[in-house]
């Protein structure tokens, strides 16, 4: 049974910082591609950065580049998202989804995920 736990989120005034983990259980996800979501209030779940196998590639949305980085450590079976120079547009819940195989997929597509996280709460003050 595959497992996804996120950790890390919180709340924090505009321009600070935050690190999200993503823990992946049931799985060796080494040849698997990982992605970080988020869905704030209202609005549909959106893209915020996915890594390729390797951690070679990585992908972000417009709106977090530049401030947002995604890595992973395959020996620990986790992926990461170091979030800073936060905004309040920025507060959502976070989810990480797990992308089965190393092959290209449209990253950034939520149906191209096979498994996601019960997501974490993060919220940015002004």
């Known amino acids: 049974q595959v497992q996804l736990v996120e950790s890390g989120g919180g709340l924090v005034q505009a321009g600070g910082s935050l690190r999200l983990s993503c823990v992946v259980s049931g799985r060796t996800f080494s040849s698997d591609a990982m992605g970080w979501f988020r869905q704030a209030p209202g609005k549909e779940r959106e893209f915020v950065a996915a890594i390729n196998w390797s951690g070679g590639n990585t992908y972000y949305a417009d709106s977090v580049k530049g401030r947002f980085t995604i890595s992973r450590d395959n020996a620990e079976n986790t992926v990461y998202l170091q979030m800073n120079s936060l905004k309040p547009e920025d507060t959502a819940v976070y989810f990480c989804?797990?992308?089965?195989?190393?092959?290209?997929?449209?990253?950034?597509?939520?149906?191209?995920?096979?498994?996601w996280g019960q997501g974490t709460q993060v919220t940015v003050s002004s």
């Open positions: 989804a797990l992308h089965m195989g190393s092959a290209a997929y449209y990253y950034a597509r939520r149906s191209e995920y096979d498994y």
